[in-house]
């Protein structure tokens, strides 16, 4: 009866804790929010036809077709997923996770935060950009860290995936830290260039200007052991809504791209809650 009593005690107490609303990583989380904001430039500006001078041709007629033109630039996006199918890797089982994520023009950072669960307790995920370092930390049951990489490799990595969502946050395409090159009328090749390193892939737009895709030979899987293995990757973009007379697509996977087949270890929907 002893026993029993203890255990029904701790489930009891696991049970409270597990209900406490804020952890200590979405603490974290919510304070780095508040800080990049406060660096945020805010510009008051538009964008016009001025800014599309010398980007090559289906980046133009993306700006364009999508109705940015004559809308004020915004220096961070707020994004929010739900329910998104999520791979942690090959022959690893799928979870639903909520994802929420910043971007950052001035300074070409990104943050976001990872909420699921795994055996039953709550799993958190942190994944930054922040002044050219990256990292990605995994925290179950609210306490303990199961992963921390970061280093060169995590930087890199960071530094393309930030480069493949410029143009969901079209302010940043058009920085210094972006070269664009033209390939063909629904290809262009974008660089980004910032705390020392480089990173390069090619956006594929369809005919009427909406960005379809992203791929990249620069970005490496990094494992929770701390391996990591260079794999082609591209990021998806579909299902278009316009919404105040602005195009944005709301269907995103992220696919890495291995010898015997590809896996989709990010496919959800998406939606842009905030635009400042």
């Given amino acids: 009866m002893l026993i029993c009593g203890i255990l029904i005690a701790i489930i009891g107490i696991l049970m409270i804790f597990f209900s406490i609303p804020r952890s200590k990583t979405q603490t974290e989380f919510a304070g780095m929010v508040k800080n990049l904001i406060v660096e945020a430039e805010h510009e008051e500006e538009i964008f016009q036809e001025a800014d599309m001078a010398g980007l090559p041709a289906p980046v133009q007629r993306y700006f364009k077709h999508c109705g940015y033109l004559g809308t004020a630039k915004m220096s961070y996006i707020k994004l929010v997923y739900e329910d998104v199918e999520f791979s942690f890797g090959r022959d690893k089982p799928r979870r639903k996770i909520d994802y929420l994520q910043y971007n950052f023009v001035d300074k070409a950072n990104r943050i976001a935060y990872i909420d699921s669960s795994m055996y039953g307790c709550p799993f958190e995920g942190l ?8 990292s990605m930390k995994g925290v179950v049951a609210k306490l303990f860290t199961l992963f921390d990489q970061s280093g060169t490799i995590m930087d890199t990595s960071s530094l393309v995936t930030f480069l493949s ?112």
């Fill in 165 to 276: 969502e410029i143009l969901i946050i079209p302010n940043a395409a058009l920085q210094d830290y972006i070269i664009w090159e033209a390939i063909d009328d629904l290809h262009a090749k974008a660089t980004i260039t910032c705390y020392g390193s480089s990173a390069s892939g090619i956006f594929t737009f369809n005919e009427d200007g909406e960005v379809l895709s992203f791929l990249t030979d620069d970005r490496s899987v990094v494992a929770s052991d701390g391996s990591s293995e260079a794999v082609q990757w591209s990021a998806i973009y579909a299902d278009y809504l316009e919404v105040d007379g602005v195009k944005r697509p709301t269907a995103f996977q992220a696919i890495w791209h291995y010898d015997d087949g590809d896996l989709v270890y990010f496919d959800g929907k998406g939606e842009i809650t905030a635009y400042h």
């Fill in 127 to 134: 994944d930054t950009f922040i002044g050219g370092s990256g």
